[in-house]
């Protein structure tokens, strides 16, 4: 399973990026807007640049016209990483046609059923992002949509890849994993919790202390 890593901040795309495990970026509107005094480009640029891997840039038009026009600059900025992220609606679809047929990858944001995911992939779809953490808000099982979207993706042989998005806490990614999720994308805050196990750190310190027992015994 890929790992994505989902912010707008660079610090802490450069804090997972330094650890090897990133392949790629998402970003949204409402990450961009917690990085003020930057342009969206430049934003974008820098993540493009350090990262070297897909970046979801999502569009905020209204209609078809209006996604694509927008989704054509962004992609123009860097055809080998940039995806323009669309949300699932009847204009997105309208969209996600055209951009597919001009060969600008797009990822359909804010899937909650199979059937919104299915859609978007017969419009040629690269990715598709069932957001789990808000589907367990509404007390319903988020990682369960995650389960049926691949199951029903690989059944009908597409090539479209599920991100599980939205995700909460480390369980998410174990259970994405399971589920057979391609990509999860993950903020940074969670990723330091996956590193981390109290066991693991004891195990640290007691090493450190027999080795200097160790080293004292020796002189």
């Not at 070297?52 to 038009?61: A, D, R």
């Amino acid at each position: 399973m890929k790992i994505f890593v989902d912010t707008a901040n660079i610090e802490d795309i450069r804090k997972a990026y330094e650890l090897g495990i990133v392949d790629g970026v998402t970003t949204n509107p409402t990450l961009m807007s917690k990085e003020s005094g930057k342009s969206p480009q430049d934003i974008v640029m820098s993540i493009v640049d350090l990262v070297q891997g897909p970046v979801s840039v999502e569009v905020i038009g209204k209609t078809a016209e209006e996604m694509s026009k927008e989704a054509r600059k962004w992609f123009a900025m860097n055809p080998d990483y940039i995806v323009i992220k669309i949300p699932m609606c009847s204009e997105g679809l309208k969209a996600m046609r055209i951009l597919s047929e001009e060969g600008i990858p797009c990822n359909c944001t804010l899937i909650f059923s199979v059937n919104q995911g299915l859609l978007a992939a017969k419009v040629g779809a690269q990715y598709v992002s069932p957001f789990i953490g808000r589907i367990d808000d509404t007390g319903h099982d988020g990682m369960q949509l995650v389960e049926d979207l691949v199951d029903c993706l690989d059944y009908y042989e597409y090539d479209t890849e599920v991100i599980a998005a939205s995700v909460r806490h480390p369980l998410h990614v174990t259970q994405a994993a399971q589920a057979g999720a391609h990509i999860a994308t993950i903020p940074l805050s969670v990723i330091e919790k996956m590193i981390y196990h109290p066991l693991t750190e004891k195990g640290i310190q007691q090493f450190d202390n027999d080795w200097e027992k160790f080293i004292k015994a020796s002189k």
